[in-house]
């Protein structure tokens, strides 16, 4: 059913004309919210309740101030067992939000999380689950929410056992990729509505070949929970992990456009970052620091610091008295604490309060309880602290890191074991600086500084984390991120084949289990909706050549063009100013994506035929020049790999990168090549 049918112009009007009324009613839904915060401020409740009101009013309106423009339904619900099918009555439009004329009355647009919702996901032709006829709208491309631009719809009678692929759904998937990545609540297929509206206390990791959605999934995941449980994620906080800033700034519209802002959108670095980066380490050291095996050798360090040989006996003044403890009942009291494995500083404060209360039981069995003021006059008594700061010292992370890079026998000691000889030397500081102050923090050492802040006390955790490109993280990295949701719910994206880093996992269960979340079950998606098929063939010839188990991608999508530029060394560049020409020459974003040391021969030769490509990080560009090594995650609709084989010779995951490019075309893939390919 589409709008060039006669028959359906009126049923158009009338969608339009309900777009109206829910236009209107949005525009009275943002001025009410504004006018709730000016009454609030005059709430009369206790000052804390006031704010706490006050915090969320305006959050409301300035959520709804900042909603997206564009159009406010996608979808419509007819049921079953009605007298009048398709009347207004007896229909639900689907949208990004919730929109009423009044609290009290049915919505005009429901939610696309509410659960009313689901069976615009999930209902089929076998399943109706009482719809009658599924309706999806089809709008202009890039419609800030004109009525006008409503310009076709589809009906799927269900009750009658319709069940056909919808054109409105290809051509949204297959519209051009130019700018940031748009949500898809529109388009949400059964199995990725399936992860998206998973529980909150469950984890889930989600396997996704090229172009399966797997980040979109992500992000409306987070949006569900955001909706669905939005106290207890407010309690604790939802917190988006992405590889590295250019990721974020491409995935940062997805859940405003979902009418969910306010959202912790960062990086592992970012989260752990303690003091700038300004050092570099040599590979294998960065191997070694990331290892899992150097959070042991990092907890050895810390409580090497713990020593009660030659700390004595403790006396206690109190007026002419002395109140004693014996030196085997304090060495006795120090082993039971790092018995039960606390947070170092909990351990510290919990021999502070053991000591005291031997004392206090020493007072009670002379002279009756003692006051409280006692106590907190003992608790601070400068023998005690003497005492508690000789055997169990206060500690930063910086010193026990820095210690133990910096000398032979503190790494010696807590590698002992662990690390073998050859390992022990590749960590040691070739330098040491004269304090952690002056140390020159690498990446890699900022990951071991977040590992002992860990010991040392247990960070706040959020109530979910959502984790993309996971496959990249190392084994402390995770260890990093566990700490984060301990308390919480994660969702782990990722793909295998994608992994990149000298540490990238070859399994989920390794990945998961230093993720804190071992049993978390393993989904893998390998319908593709966004990389055409002759793309994704092409790819899977290099997957079979990757040491990773991980199933094959297949795509929906027929369209798409693959095309081999072979020519010789010399004339490269010139054949890839030829096929950046001719992408040009068609609609959508063009990706020129190249090994990172050939990027600056591949602009000089388009600056010299004319040609201007702006760099990675402007996301609305019409011509990019990407390094092959920051281009995972990113998508163009035609894309130009330059020389695949430096691009696989360029590290020692190459190929593993090289499949990472391939994949990163959603209409057309040309490949310019002198050399053989490596697959």
Request: net charge negative.
């Amino acid at each position: 059913m589409t709008s060039t049918e006669p028959a359906l112009h009126h049923v158009l009007d009338r969608e339009r004309a309900h777009h109206e009324r829910c236009r209107d009613a949005l525009a009275a839904m943002v001025e009410g919210a504004g006018e709730q915060v000016v009454i609030g401020e005059d709430v009369s409740a206790s000052g804390a309740d006031a704010e706490v009101l006050g915090h969320r009013l305006r959050s409301q309106a300035k959520a709804l101030r900042e909603l997206p423009e564009g159009p406010l339904f996608f979808g419509r619900l007819d049921y079953t067992g009605s007298d009048r099918p398709g009347s207004e009555a007896q229909a639900l439009h689907i949208g990004r939000l919730r929109i009423t004329e009044h609290p009290a009355e049915p919505p005009l647009v429901v939610d696309w999380r509410a659960p009313v919702s689901r069976a615009f996901y999930q209902a089929s032709a076998r399943d109706p689950q009482g719809v009658a006829v599924r309706r999806r709208f089809g709008w202009a491309p890039g419609s800030r929410g004109d009525s006008g631009d409503l310009t076709g719809l589809e009906d799927e009678h269900l009750e009658q056992g319709e069940a056909r692929a919808s054109e409105i759904v290809a051509r949204e998937i297959e519209r051009p990729r130019v700018g940031p990545m748009r949500d898809i609540a529109a388009t949400i297929q059964p199995e990725q509505d399936d992860l998206v509206r998973e529980d909150l206390t469950v984890s889930v990791c989600v396997q996704g070949a090229p172009g399966t959605g797997k980040t979109a999934v992500g992000l409306h995941r987070a949006a569900y929970l955001l909706y669905t449980h939005p106290q207890r994620i407010r309690r604790g906080g939802l917190l988006i992990l992405g590889p590295n800033r250019t990721f974020l700034s491409y995935i940062a519209e997805v859940l405003p456009a979902l009418g969910e802002s306010g959202v912790r959108q960062s990086t592992l670095a970012e989260e752990i970052a303690r003091h700038p980066v300004r050092g570099a380490d040599e590979p294998a050291a960065a191997v070694v620091k990331h290892d899992a095996r150097m959070a042991e050798v990092l907890r050895r360090a810390l409580y090497a610091r713990v020593r009660t040989e030659g700390a004595g006996s403790l006396a206690v003044p109190d007026g002419s008295y002395h109140w004693r403890v014996p030196e085997a009942e304090l060495a006795r009291i120090v082993a039971t604490v790092r018995e039960e494995e606390p947070p170092y500083e909990v351990g510290r404060e919990r021999v502070r309060a053991r000591i005291v209360r031997c004392l206090r039981e020493q007072v009670e069995r002379r002279a009756g309880p003692p006051t409280n003021a006692w106590v907190r006059r003992v608790e601070r008594a400068r023998p005690v602290s003497a005492y508690l700061d000789a055997v169990w010292p206060r500690v930063r992370p910086e010193e026990v890191v820095a210690g133990l890079l910096g000398g032979h026998g503190a790494l010696a000691e807590a590698a002992d074991g662990l690390l073998d000889p050859a390992e022990q030397e590749a960590l040691r500081w070739l330098k040491p600086p004269r304090s952690w102050k002056s140390a020159r923090w690498s990446a890699a050492d900022l990951v071991l500084l977040d590992e002992v802040a860990g010991l040392l006390e247990r960070p706040e955790g959020y109530g979910h984390v959502v984790v993309d490109e996971a496959q990249d993280l190392s084994p402390m990295e995770c260890r990093a991120i566990a700490r984060r949701a301990s308390f919480g719910s994660l969702t782990v994206l990722g793909d295998l084949a994608q992994g990149t880093t000298p540490w990238a996992a070859r399994s989920w269960r390794t990945v998961l289990a230093h993720l804190g979340k071992p049993d978390a079950p393993v989904i893998a998606l390998t319908t593709g909706f966004r990389v055409p098929q002759a793309v994704v063939g092409f790819a899977n010839r290099l997957l079979e050549r990757l040491d990773v188990d991980v199933p094959a991608a297949r795509s929906l999508r027929g369209d798409g063009e693959l095309r081999i530029r072979e020519t010789t060394r010399d004339s490269v560049p010139a054949a890839v100013v030829d096929a950046v020409r001719d992408a040009l020459r068609r609609e959508g974003s063009v990706g020129v994506v190249a090994a990172d040391a050939d990027v600056p021969g591949v602009r000089a030769a388009l600056e010299a035929a004319g040609v201007e490509a702006a760099g990675h990080e402007e996301l609305g560009a019409r011509l990019s020049l990407v390094p092959a090594s920051v281009v995972k995650g990113l998508e163009y609709d035609h894309v130009v790999a330059v020389e695949p084989a430096a691009i696989a010779e360029a590290e020692e995951r190459g190929p593993h990168r090289l499949y990472v490019v391939l994949t990163r075309a959603v209409s057309r893939l040309e490949v310019v090549r002198a050399r053989p390919l490596p697959f």
